[in-house]
């Protein structure tokens, strides 16, 4: 297909001044020759600038892609460091580069790629001091983060920037797409309409409590792999401006026949799933209600104030992530015990004390502790008092002591405060009963205490040859 820049770059001599060195046209071949990307398309990635959040399961492989076919300026962010466990999906980092920044190790990865191309590697976390000033600078945001915060805070930053986020999310066997804030405009002219942000999709975030991260949860490579594949792709399209993503001719001036005539999709991918691709169509944007991309007079009429600002907002509150007061950090402190009292007095006291591990079954199935019991923590999320029951029934009755141990020391202590609350309800229990002359239990009450750290610290602090994943 000839365009102008075609056009432009064409002469009779080789030594004309070409909008691409002799070695990208080569390398870009058989895209170029693909109707409607052309010279064109292939020099729109080569000037524009993109931000990949996240150097993991999903940005590893939308870098590779977005650094393979050409995008000129890749800026990736990731505050955290290579591990093994990484290894199994995020392509991009190696076994020699464990320890090394994520950013980094992506960086280098995609330069080997292809050199000619600019990659920025950014060891810090996006927040609301720098989200604005890094979204901004940028021309289309891939969100390939998996925490909820973070997803408020690149919507909302891309929103007031007016920039498109190509959105994914992947989670054990299940992944998402969505392109947020999407533009619905005619080349050169200012978009007249948009899709929805991630408020407009999500207007209240989820409780922490459930939500389940990819370290907790599992997750596939191969799906991380699709969908940062998948992210990739829209990318490529929004830049080039190709598919859906091309310049329309027949939209209308109304935002409402623009969403009827082009609505917009969020994919759903599940290769369980007898069918393993679905398309969801998506509202239109919250114009009346959502703080983020919502109409200032609609909002103001509502009661609701715009979000101008990301530092005057509290994500951390907005998210239910607020820490718990120092004083009930302090008061906690009974409820623990370290690996080290739990090898040194727990396993040697067998008839008394018990170990529990709250993990879900199929973890208990990889690795655990010499005589600890399965109860895992969503059984007792359902049903405390029953959970408290059955543990009882299958523990010795000589049993006074239970610690609670998970992978990392976290749902052990949600586990133990629900026990011990419906350890003392029993007790209240039994003393009304006593009260009204019943004979009295022959139990005594169990005390529960939580193994700091969990199988983690256990493995490094205790014994090193526990496997950790
Ligand atoms: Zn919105």
């Not at 799933?273 to 398309?279: A, E, G, L, Q, W």
């Amino acid at each position: 297909m000839t365009t102008d820049e075609g056009e432009d770059a064409a002469g009779p001599s080789s030594l004309e001044q070409r909008p691409l060195s002799l070695g990208e046209y080569k390398r870009y071949g058989r895209q170029m020759i693909l109707p409607d990307f052309g010279l064109g398309g292939q020099l729109r990635l080569k000037q524009a600038k993109v931000l990949i959040v996240g150097a993991g399961g999903l940005g590893c492989p939308a870098l590779q892609y977005l650094a393979a076919a050409g995008v000129g300026h890749i800026t990736i962010v990731d505050a955290d460091v290579v591990e093994t466990s990484n290894l199994a999906r995020q392509i991009l980092h190696t076994d020699s580069r464990v320890g090394m920044p994520k950013a980094q190790s992506a960086a280098t990865a995609a330069r080997q790629l292809n050199p000619h191309i600019n990659v920025v590697p950014l060891c810090e976390s996006l927040s609301a001091d720098n989200a604005q000033a890094l979204v901004g600078a940028h021309d289309v945001v891939l969100d390939c983060t998996d925490n909820v915060l973070t997803r408020y805070l690149i919507s909302d930053a891309a929103v007031l920037c007016g920039k498109q986020v190509v959105s994914g999310a992947a989670q054990g066997f299940s992944g998402q797409l969505v392109v947020l804030h999407k533009k619905l405009s005619r080349e050169g002219r200012e978009p007249i309409a948009r899709g929805p942000c991630y408020r407009c999709l999500y207007p209240r975030a989820p409780r922490p409590e459930d939500v389940t991260d990819c370290e907790d949860g599992g997750v596939l490579g191969g799906v991380t792999g699709l969908v940062g594949t998948m992210q990739a792709l829209e990318t490529v399209k929004l830049l080039a401006r190709i598919g859906d993503a091309a310049d329309g001719d027949d939209f209308d001036t109304d935002e409402k026949n623009i969403s009827d005539a082009a609505p917009l999709y969020m994919t759903l991918i599940n290769p369980l799933d007898p069918v393993p691709y679905r398309s969801v169509k998506l509202r239109p944007r919250r114009a009346a209600t959502c703080r983020s991309c919502g109409d200032g007079d609609l909002l103001l009429a509502a009661g609701l104030s715009k979000i101008r600002d990301l530092q005057s907002e509290d994500y951390v509150s907005f998210c239910g992530l607020a820490k718990p007061s120092s004083g009930g950090q302090f008061e906690d402190q009974e409820a623990h015990i370290s690996v080290q009292t739990l090898q040194e007095s727990w396993q040697k006291d067998g008839a008394t004390h018990a170990i529990v591990d709250v993990r879900p079954p199929v973890e208990f199935e990889i690795a655990r502790l010499p005589g600890s019991h399965s109860v895992p923590y969503q059984n007792l999320r359902r049903n405390a008092p029953l959970a408290l029951e059955k543990l009882r029934d299958s523990l010795p009755e000589t049993t006074t002591h239970v610690a609670l141990l998970c992978r990392r020391g976290n749902d052990s202590l949600l586990a133990q405060r629900l026990l011990s609350s419906a350890s003392s309800e029993q007790e209240e229990r039994q003393d009304q009963q006593q009260s009204h002359k019943d004979p009295p239990s022959s139990r005594s009450p169990i005390v529960f205490k939580n193994v700091r750290g969990g199988l983690r610290a256990w493995s490094s602090d205790v014994d090193v040859a526990f496997p950790t994943y």
